[in-house]
Nanobody, 120 residues
Framework: QVQLVESGGGLVQAGGSLRLSCAAS????????MGWYRQAPGKQRELVAAITSGGSTNYADSVKGRFTISRDNAKNTGYLQMNSLKPEDTAVYYC??????????????WGQGTQVTVSS
């Protein structure tokens, strides 16, 4: 079984920064893609940023130039550095990983979510 633990959310003023972390543990052979999603009240969950095992990244237009996704493969951990935060970034942020377990079965896992609130 694989577990994801997210951390780093909180309350910040507009223009501030936060760094989210997503640590995976358990029966992991390799993590392929990692992604961060967010869901604001009354809205659908949306992709914020994603990174492949090779380090290729993609971002939602709304966060390009402000957010940076990265990963530490040795630690099975992903990060989302969020700078120049805006009130519209307020949401619950979720980490998702696509991985191969040690028995070589593919699995998709979601974190529990972490609240990010940006005040104006």
């Amino acid at each position: 079984q694989v577990q994801l633990v997210e951390s780093g959310g909180g309350l910040v003023q507009a223009g501030g920064s936060l760094r989210l972390s997503c640590a995976a543990s358990g029966s992991i052979f390799i993590i392929n893609a990692m992604g961060w999603y967010r869901q604001a009240p009354g809205k659908q969950r949306e992709l914020v940023a994603a990174i492949t095992s090779g380090g290729s990244t993609n971002y939602a237009d709304s966060v390009k130039g402000r957010f940076t996704i990265s990963r530490d493969n040795a630690k099975n951990t992903g990060y989302l550095q969020m700078n120049s935060l805006k009130p519209e970034d307020t949401a619950v942020y979720y980490c998702k990983v696509n991985l191969l377990r040690r028995d070589f079965r593919p699995e998709e896992c979601w974190g529990q979510g972490t609240q990010v609130t940006v005040s104006s």
